[in-house]
């Protein structure tokens, strides 16, 4: 049986920067990945639309990564593989019933534009205060929340802000957004501008915490953009593939690990479906939901009560939906044409249809008025079309699981699933609303692709129902209680078995933190040997 020091069970970004750093600092690493491409849910191809159109069918943006500590650590090894990032000075923007606005890297353009709203004093005071906070928040968002260097964070916060001011840290971290937009800004186009960021971290704004993540996505793409890698997210899995391969390690793609063998508590290897069988003498890592580690992988093994408990109640949140575009022109925004330029575009009515499309998602019913996330991936990256023409990459976020009704009465439930022909439908409804913003949407576009919960989860089996992020982020599930309210952070109940991915914390997104911590713990020397 081949042996390895390390096994990594899928390729999505946690797994490929684990593998990166740990084969770096010697260990001998295999990659395991069931889908015959590694990258989960980075997924870029040029066969979607038409020749010349390169689109990325899931993820897309890169703050993320480009923000955190694994491109820190392995920017030059990236590089060295042609790796290049582009970035814009105008990452997001929104249109709503109130008007438009664009948030740039500018930060004196982005205080004008607050200004301009009536909230200029209300942004520069925010931004301000958070950057007075943000090693903190990046802190808490980045930090093995189970190690003792975490404490370091909490004794920095408790100089800081004293006993009481820290208790009273806590309830401004679980604020939920909309009091706090409505408390802090007067113009509706302000609030519409910052709300929407919640929902790519799997909240809506009445959720607790949203107004935290709200500050710190706020934060973190005014001050540094929207970066995208020049030909897509493929290039970032390549060039970590590549320094995987480097230093030794092996990727391996169509192995679907059906068990992880376990001896006297310890895991030892793993089985493919195929019957093929790897031995690994140091660690797994496991990049699977809670669900599919515990019932599927472990299934057999001797697991505590609370462990099993937790993990079958881990649940999953609302489902993507993502349209992709191509056009033989830029749009024609009818707001502002420099929207344009701008790489996300919040497209709803306001801060109340925001709610309600959250809320009627949450219990099971389509929104009348969804929030439509209007990526333009072609405004910072011009390689990703033929010369003039562009392409949209189209999110919605507020989809039920389960379909029970429509609020706008117009879409029939039927047995509740995601069919080609409410997909369809849905997907027609959501053109049809941004038509009132892009004007020549519809008779611009050359070709179209739908991709539903159903198409999703076939493509990633983490995206459970179509969820992007693996796991709902709420916050009984996020932080020391993801992936499980029992669990002690990344370790297991199985000695040298590892749980990571966007099902664990610090959550979904391309930052590659799980994979980042994990191999950190893995590589770091022992001042002490027993
Ligand atoms: C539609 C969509 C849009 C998104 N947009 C963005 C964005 O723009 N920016 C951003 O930062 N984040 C975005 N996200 C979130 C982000 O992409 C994910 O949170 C992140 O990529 C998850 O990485 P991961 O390491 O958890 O692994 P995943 O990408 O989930 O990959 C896991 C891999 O493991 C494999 N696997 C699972 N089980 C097994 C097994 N038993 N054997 C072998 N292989 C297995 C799967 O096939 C898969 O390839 C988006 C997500 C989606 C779905």
Do not use: D, M, N
């Given at each position: 049986m081949e042996r390895s020091d390390v096994i990594i069970i899928g390729s999505g970004i946690n797994s490929l920067v684990a593998a990166a750093l740990l084969s770096k600092s010697g260990q001998k690493v295999l990659v395991l990945e069931r889908n015959s491409q590694a990258g989960g849910a980075i997924k870029t191809v040029t066969?979607?639309?038409?020749?010349?159109f390169t689109h990325e069918l899931l993820s897309s943006w890169h703050p993320l990564f480009v923000g955190g500590p694994a491109y820190g650590e392995l920017k030059a090894d990236l590089e060295a593989r042609g790796l290049v990032y582009l970035n814009t000075d105008k990452p997001t923007g929104v249109v709503c019933e109130g008007g438009s606005a664009i948030l740039s890297t500018d930060l004196a353009a982005t205080a004008a534009e607050f200004a301009r709203l009536g909230d200029g004093d209300a942004w520069t005071n925010m931004l301000n205060e958070f950057l007075g906070k943000i090693d903190l928040a990046f802190g808490l968002l980045g930090a093995d929340l189970w190690r003792s260097n975490s404490l370091k964070l909490l004794r920095t916060a408790r100089k800081r802000f004293g006993n009481r001011g820290l208790v009273a840290t806590g309830a401004e971290l679980l604020e939920p957004a909309s009091p706090w937009l409505d408390r802090t800004f007067t113009s509706p186009v302000s609030k519409a501008l910052l709300a929407p960021w919640a929902l790519h971290n799997g909240l809506g704004p009445d959720d607790a915490a949203s107004a935290f993540i709200t500050k710190v996505i706020g934060a973190a793409v005014a001050l540094g953009g929207m970066p995208v890698p020049v030909g897509g997210g493929i290039k970032l899995v390549d060039a970590l593939t590549s320094i995987l391969a480097d230093n030794g390690g092996t990727l391996i793609t169509d192995a679907d690990v059906v068990k992880i063998n376990v001896s006297g508590g310890r895991a030892t290897g793993v089985k493919l479906a195929d019957g093929r069988e790897f031995a690994a003498d140091k660690s797994i890592l496991a990049s699977a939901t809670p669900q599919a580690l515990y019932q599927g992988l472990l299934k057999g093994e001797n697991l505590p009560v609370e462990t099993t408990k937790s993990a079958e109640s881990f649940r999953y949140g609302r489902s993507a939906i993502q349209i992709h575009l191509a056009l033989s022109e830029p749009p024609a925004w009818k707001a502002d044409a420099n929207l344009k330029d701008v790489a996300i575009v919040h497209v709803l009515d306001g801060m109340n249809s925001l709610s309600e499309s959250v809320n009627a998602s949450n219990r099971g019913y389509l929104p009348k008025r969804p929030t439509i996330v209007v990526g333009q991936p072609t405004a910072v990256d011009?390689?990703?079309?033929?010369?003039g023409k562009f392409i949209l990459w189209l999110q919605l976020q507020e989809n039920p699981q389960k379909i029970l009704g429509d609020l706008a009465g117009e879409i029939a439930p039927g047995d509740g699933s995601w069919s080609d022909e409410r997909l369809s439908a849905y997907a027609d409804r959501v053109i049809d609303q941004l038509s009132e913003q892009i004007t020549n949407l519809k008779s611009a576009t050359l070709a179209k692709v739908v991709l539903g919960p159903k198409q999703i989860e076939e493509m990633n089996k983490n995206l459970v129902g179509g969820d992007p992020y693996a796991g709902d982020c709420r916050i009984d599930q996020?932080?020391?209680?993801?992936?499980?309210?029992?669990?002690?952070?990344?370790?297991?109940?199985?000695?040298?078995l590892w749980h990571i991915g966007?099902?664990?914390?610090?959550?979904?997104?391309?930052?590659g933190g799980s994979g980042y911590l994990v191999a950190k713990r893995l590589t770091q020397k022992r001042l002490f040997k027993r």
């Open positions: 066969t979607a639309t038409l020749p010349g011009k390689s990703r079309a033929p010369e996020y932080a020391v209680w993801r992936p499980l309210a029992s669990a002690t952070g990344h370790k297991t109940p199985i000695k040298g966007a099902s664990t914390h610090p959550g979904p997104g391309l930052g």
